[in-house]
């Protein structure tokens, strides 16, 4: 269902921007723990964004086929896709296409693994496109999982991925709706990307030691979420237990381990220390 929202969401804004050609755009990821690699989901190529309006610059007939070629091949196919937008950023640098080049690709080198080129280029759409909310909602949840032992600047991507995800949520829910999408497909797209723009965020909060807020976002999240991800009730576990919330560390610990995946041991695991803690330690109150 989400990836289908988002498609046909897409292909509407496609139309809005570019007079009538639809521009499918794909999940955005639901990633793993910060040390694991997001899995792979369809790219992303056009943006729920403010700037539908802007006026295009003008397209030779060369550029309006090689963009074709482009948004024709098969999103099953990241590796061509990849190479056929790098392609055509190199040739045209300056195309008024290359905003949806630039969201296409920032989801497939994600879903490919390459995370430091999803940020390179990333960057550059949010440059060229500050409303581009889904752009900024990856970034914004995907820098704070990714970080690591290894990671130059922490601090500093931190930050920006706070900036990022911040304005994402600042920007979503202003984000007018295409005339030929249905009101129910629209809201949960722009659900899914205020999900993970606070899932970002309370990230970011746990890794600062700033529970309470951290605890807000996550609730955010996954309240808006039309498919909760696992890993988000797990960091609402850990940031409970953290804050000494034991019973809704239990429960979020449960929730997270009542979902198919990867987490669900770890999960299991945290429940059953949360319960213990629950029946030996005073809860902190809210």
Request: charge should be neutral; proline fraction near 8%; include cysteine.
């Amino acid at each position: 269902m989400r990836n289908r929202i988002i498609w046909m969401t897409a292909a509407a804004l496609g139309a809005t921007l570019l007079g009538g050609n639809g521009i499918a755009m794909g999940q955005y990821p639901s990633s793993g723990q910060s040390q694991s690699q997001p899995p792979a989901r369809p790219p992303a190529p056009k943006p729920l964004s403010l700037d539908n309006a802007t006026a295009p610059a003008p397209v030779n007939a060369e550029e309006d086929a090689a963009f074709k070629v482009f948004q024709d091949s098969p999103v099953t196919d990241l590796k061509k896709k990849i190479e056929l937008g790098e392609a055509f950023v190199q040739k045209y640098p300056q195309s008024r296409y290359r905003t949806i080049i630039y969201s296409t690709l920032t989801s497939a080198y994600l879903n490919t693994g390459q995370v430091e080129k999803m940020e390179e280029v990333g960057d550059k759409e949010v440059e060229l496109n500050p409303n581009d909310v889904q752009v900024l909602a990856v970034l914004g949840q995907t820098i704070p999982r990714v970080i690591n032992a290894k990671t130059a600047d922490p601090a500093k991507e931190l930050d920006k991925a706070e900036r990022y995800a911040k304005r994402a949520i600042e920007v979503t829910p202003t984000v007018p709706k295409p005339e030929n999408i249905t009101e129910e497909n629209f809201i949960n797209a722009k659900n899914v990307t205020l999900a993970m723009a606070h899932s970002g965020l309370g990230l970011i909060y746990v890794r600062h030691a700033k529970y309470a807020e951290a605890i807000n976002e996550l609730e955010a999240s996954v309240k808006v979420d039309p498919t909760p991800d696992p890993v988000n009730y797990y960091l609402l576990g850990l940031a409970n237990t953290k804050a000494s919330h034991f019973e809704d560390a239990a429960a979020a610990y449960t929730k997270c381990a009542s979902m198919p995946g990867q987490m669900q041991a770890t999960c299991q695991k945290g429940a059953e220390e949360a319960k213990k803690l629950a029946s030996t330690q005073l809860s902190a109150p809210k």
